[in-house]
């Protein structure tokens, strides 16, 4: 019995540079378990061979003639969003790789990496995992935006109800100065608790005291 072939994967490399799509057919030559599908010079070659199908990786210049910076990543990922978009650029920037990343890149890298490494990116990124130039990958973790504290997610009225019980104002007198049912006010302090992951009032008085919203 004859046994089938492996099943490839299909890449199209998009580049304005004609030396550099030649060097990137010379690697996807190294990996039997890679097979080019297309080539394309400019924003509207790629989304017309995209358009045809059978691709299972885009590996893709970050500024291609026709587009703006990640605007092309931002249409491809419109278009084809579950197709692996793999970025190689000359731009060792990790806020423009977090830029690429937030457009629907699964992977960056750039072009003075080793064969090896971009090679084991495409296989990455084409199985749907995330990969990052070694050299960004630092920048980017501290970049990471930092989990907003508690009372930064409170909205203003939230707040003035917190500092009114904090300051032993009654749920009745709480309703009255802001014109509001008092059962309006314990939905309030019923959200503040939970939003603050406080429970009991007392618990939201020394929290209070504590992050300095009363003496």
Do not use: F, W
């Not at 893709?60 to 692996?84: F, K, N, S, Y």
């Amino acid at each position: 019995m004859a046994v089938s072939p492996a099943v490839k994967t299909r890449v199209v490399i998009a580049d304005d540079h004609a030396l550099v799509r030649e060097g990137l057919r010379k690697v996807l030559e190294l990996d039997d378990s890679i097979e080019l599908a297309g080539e394309a010079a400019n924003a509207d070659e790629v989304m017309a061979r995209l358009a045809q199908g059978g691709v299972d990786l885009l590996l893709l210049d970050l500024l291609m003639p026709g587009c703006t910076d990640v605007e092309l990543i931002q249409r491809i990922h419109a278009a084809h969003a579950e197709l692996p978009v793999l970025v190689l650029t000359m731009h060792a920037d990790p806020h423009i790789a977090r830029r690429a990343l937030e457009a629907g890149a699964g992977g960056y890298l750039t072009k003075d990496i080793s064969t090896e490494l971009l090679i084991d990116a495409m296989h990455h990124v084409a199985a749907g995992r995330s990969y990052v130039d070694p050299s960004l990958s630092a920048a980017l973790i501290r970049q990471e935006p930092k989990a907003p504290e508690p009372l930064e997610s409170l909205s203003p009225r939230e707040r003035q109800v917190l500092v009114a019980l904090v300051r032993g104002q009654s749920l009745v007198d709480i309703a009255a100065a802001l014109q509001v049912a008092p059962n309006t006010v314990s939905t309030y302090k019923t959200r503040l608790m939970d939003k603050l992951d406080q429970a009991s009032l007392s618990d939201l008085v020394r929290y209070a005291v504590r992050h300095g919203i009363v003496d």
